[in-house]
């Protein structure tokens, strides 16, 4: 990661307009950022203290759970557990979601502070998931939220 480039990119065009790709790889046992389209280990780690940190720079984390991203084989619930607990400012995670109820295991694990977007699992992509079902799934949470 290029610190100043971070720093000047978000000094020039505002941290409000930045959202930081964070999308990372579980290493022997920590979640490290993953580059070079996923193949590649940095040796960043993803932690309270990274994210912490890095929300200085951006108004929005995008973190795609690279072991789980287009297998529909389920979410990565430790991350978005991770997500939750630690991100200072929105967080959106990717990876994994195969079926309606992964959208409520995020909403548990994340403590209802993770966004999720859905991709391949859509039928509107060749998927299974409904984007219909999907969209009045976020509109539901949207309004139990409002009325919170």
Not at 11 to 30: A, F, P, T, Y
Request: hydrophobic share 40%; net charge negative; with cysteine.
């Amino acid at each position: 990661m290029d610190l100043e480039r971070l720093k000047e990119l978000s000094r020039v065009v505002g941290k409000q307009r930045l959202v930081l790709d964070l999308s990372c790889r579980k290493k022997e046992g920590e979640y490290v950022i993953a580059t070079d389209r996923w193949q590649k280990f940095s040796d960043v780690h993803l932690d309270q203290k990274l994210l912490d940190f890095l929300a200085q720079y951006a108004d929005e984390f995008l973190v795609h759970g690279v072991d789980v991203e287009g297998k529909k084989l389920g979410i990565d619930e430790e991350l978005v557990a991770l997500l939750g607990k630690y991100s200072p400012i929105p967080v959106t995670y990717a990876g994994g979601v195969t079926i309606m109820d992964d959208l409520e295991k995020i909403n548990v694990a994340g403590m209802g502070r993770v966004d999720v977007t859905v991709g391949s699992a859509l039928n509107i992509f060749g998927g299974n998931l409904s984007y219909k079902d999907v969209v009045a799934w976020h509109s539901q949470q949207y309004q139990l939220a409002k009325a919170s």
